[in-house]
């Protein structure tokens, strides 16, 4: 055994660097079109849109929710928010469904690696499953009423604008804010597929258990077993799902992959568990599965179709100069994303402990959760600057005739608990009401 992984061993760097420089192009390109979405389409937009009920709603919000560039963590506020802007248990879950799984620069990245048929199906497949799990919820829940109307004046972080312009907030949120999301995952899921590419023989799933695990149901439900449990972002999940059908998986195996990997996790169930209910939870879940082991089935049909399989098999080739170049570049954001993990800042504001309220922020997984609840600080009255960072969970704001009180619930209604930890009282005077806010 150590003879074989000795010998093999050399080839990783090779193997990571040839898919890097692969997906490089089109992921630099998704990132410069996800920040332009997440700036011309708004989740105040969205929640104008998705306040019905039914299952046209759900349709709306599987649609609307396919391009947007939100991991699963980061679509969970989106989702909360527009459960209590009054949209219906059905349009949230399309929402939560569809979101994570697909997004503009997961599916040029699709594109990249695994070619058209692929980088059309995926999408198509979110939108589906959304629809499939709003309408079961919109079934099951008849008598959904909505939370209530929106307030006269939206406070949630969709609607701060950072006093920034609209290109400044698209490239940060498309070079920053959105490479610090997947960065990691992203770094993972390339040495997780040139691992595999190296280390799997090319053999192995056809002659494992007599290749009964290759393709087919078998096939589809141990890749469901692999993806549901463990979180995947949409994007680091496509070099996993190339190297695995490279190595004899059948593309609809690797869909399933695809497909369970981004949409369930912990921290996805556990809101639709909260906010929702335990039957929209069980509903989500097996909406999703359902949906996975079907498009899965269908799409390994229409590889067999000898025509289809053809097209499917290249895409465009781009020169190799730009391909290092690009490489190269990705390289960098993402090790700047990695180095400097989410530190959401508004200029002016006097950091370390200088801040006139600082807060305890639980729940901020990723940098745009981080970059969320600074949005949801500077959105409330009399806030002039905030600072959130992700490492310590520590938020500060500066302003005048601040509500401790008012301002912790804006965020734990987010989805993020909050507690006050300090203040600046003693020179200031009292900004708030009690020092806790659950």
């Given amino acids: 055994m150590w003879p074989y992984l000795r010998d093999k061993l050399p080839a990783i760097p090779g193997d990571f660097w040839a898919v890097l420089g692969e997906m490089a192009p089109y992921l630099l390109f998704g990132f410069f079109v996800a920040g332009i979405l997440a700036v011309a389409i708004s989740p105040a937009a969205v929640q104008r849109h998705l306040g019905g009920r039914g299952i046209t709603a759900a349709f709306k919000a599987a649609l609307f929710g396919v391009p947007l560039p939100l991991c699963s963590c980061g679509v969970i506020p989106v989702a909360a928010s527009l459960r209590r802007h009054g949209a219906s248990r059905s349009a949230v879950t399309a929402f939560l469904i569809s979101t994570p799984q697909t997004g503009v620069d997961s599916i040029l990245v699709t594109f990249s690696l695994l070619g ?24 099951a ?19 701060a604008t950072d006093g920034h312009g609209k290109v400044y907030r698209a490239l940060s949120y498309g070079f920053r804010v959105l490479p610090q999301d997947i960065g990691r995952s992203l770094l993972v899921g390339l040495a997780v597929a040139a691992l595999i590419s190296t280390m799997v ?20 439900l141990l890749m469901m077993l692999v993806g549901m449990p463990i979180y995947v972002c949409a994007t680091a999940s496509v070099p996993i799902a190339a190297a695995l059908i490279a190595k004899g998986v059948s593309p609809g195996a690797a869909l399933v992959f695809l497909m369970t990997g981004p949409a369930t996790n912990a921290a996805t ?15 989500y879940l097996v909406s999703v599965a359902a949906s996975a082991l079907a498009a899965g089935a269908t799409l390994d049909w229409l590889f ?18 730009f391909n290092t170049a690009c490489a190269v570049a990705l390289l960098a954001i993402l090790a700047v994303a990695v180095v400097r993990p ?9 950091t370390a402990g200088l801040g006139d309220l600082s807060f305890q922020v639980s ?39 601040l ?4 301002i912790g619930k804006i965020v734990t209604d987010l989805g993020y608990p909050t507690r006050r930890i300090e203040s600046r009282e003693s020179k200031t005077g009292p900004v708030g009401g009690s020092e806790h806010v659950d």
């Fill in 201 to 220: 023989p090319d053999d192995f799933f056809t002659s494992a258990a007599g290749g009964a695990f290759r393709t087919g149901l078998p096939a589809m």
């Fill in 363 to 401: 729940g901020m997984t990723c940098a745009n959760c981080a970059d969320t609840v600074r949005r949801a600080l500077l959105s409330f009255p009399g806030v002039t600057a905030a600072s959130v960072d992700l490492a310590s969970g520590k938020a500060e704001i500066s302003g005048k005739g």
């Fill in 269 to 283: 169930i556990a809101t639709v568990w909260k906010v929702m209910g335990r039957r929209t939870a069980a509903i």
């Fill in 403 to 406: 509500d401790a009180d008012a």
């Fill in 304 to 321: 067999s179709l000898e025509g289809l399989s053809r097209a499917a098999e290249g895409h465009w080739m781009l020169p190799a100069w």
């Fill in 116 to 139: 058209v048929v692929m980088a059309v199906f995926r999408p198509v497949a979110a939108f589906v499953s959304g629809l499939l799990g709003g309408a079961m919820v919109a079934l």
């Fill in 141 to 159: 829940d008849r008598k959904d009423p909505a939370t209530g109307p929106s307030p006269e004046a939206c406070r949630d972080a969709c609607c």
């Fill in 342 to 350: 989410g530190v959401a800042a508004q200029p002016g504001l006097a």
